[in-house]
């Protein structure tokens, strides 16, 4: 699988837009690049995927550069329930058995 | 809330005793991973299921199995315990699309092995 390499931690004030980069520079073609978090003592969520597309949904934004070696999450209003790990996964079986790197984990201060 | 539960939420066992954890999938789907998650560090894949049979594992020895029932629930066995396995056990459920599969996790398991 693709490594990926994300800061181990990174902070935020609420109410601002947190970006989260993740370079991934050996992805294949057919690799899909994922994002989940994990609160504190929870399973991780799912946030959002894609494959060459920037992506919107109602969590974040994901913004892919055009050689697909690096995105960017984006959080665009973080609030004190977005302090998670945040994990960026390149998958090549459809997402199904994730590998896990170390995450950043991100703290929104008031 | 991801519909997927696990039980128990917390265990301990002592070395070299044996420990099952159960996993309900969510409504409708029909695969199911489970992972290792030690204390500081990510979730590490152990195995997945897909329709009752073993369909992909990561680097975990033999004494780690696994069930699927036809219901899509899910057993993860590890015999032999051993300090080191002292963990979070997260299951996850999907459908197995040929892409873009959306991994839904439970609250996971807290084994400690004494």
């Known amino acids: 699988d693709a490594k990926t390499t994300q800061p181990p931690s990174m902070d935020c004030a609420e109410g601002r837009a947190a970006n989260l980069p993740c370079n991934h520079s050996?992805?294949?073609?057919?690799?899909?690049v994922y994002w989940y978090r994990q609160i504190h003592s929870q399973g991780p969520q799912y946030i959002i995927h894609?494959?060459?597309n920037n992506e919107t949904n109602e969590m974040a934004s994901l913004i892919i550069t055009e050689d697909r070696k690096s995105s960017t999450l984006i959080l665009p209003h973080a609030t004190l329930r977005d302090t998670a790990v945040y994990y960026c996964?390149?998958?090549?079986?459809?997402?199904?058995?994730?590998?896990f790197g170390g995450g950043t984990r991100l703290m929104v201060k008031p | 809330e991801t519909g997927v539960t696990q039980s128990p939420t917390h265990l301990i066992k002592t070395r070299g005793q044996q420990v099952t954890l159960r996993c309900s999938s969510q409504?409708?789907?029909?695969?199911v991973s489970w992972y290792q998650q030690a204390l500081g560090q990510g979730p590490q894949f152990i195995f997945q299921?897909?329709?009752?049979?073993?369909?992909g594992r990561g680097n975990f020895p033999p004494r780690f199995s696994g069930l699927q029932f036809p219901n899509y629930s899910s057993e993860l066995n590890v015999n032999a315990l051993e300090l080191d396995d002292s963990a979070l056990y997260l299951c996850?459920?999907?459908?197995?699309?040929?892409?873009?599969?959306?991994?839904?996790f439970g609250p996971g398991t807290r084994l400690t092995v004494l």
């Open positions: 894609g494959l060459k």
């Open positions: 409504s409708g789907h029909n695969t």
């Open positions: 050996t992805i294949s073609g057919n690799e899909y």
């Open positions: 996964i390149v998958s090549p079986n459809a997402g199904n058995m994730l590998t």
């Open positions: 299921y897909y329709r009752e049979e073993e369909n």
């Open positions: 996850a459920s999907s459908l197995n699309k040929r892409r873009g599969n959306e991994q839904f």
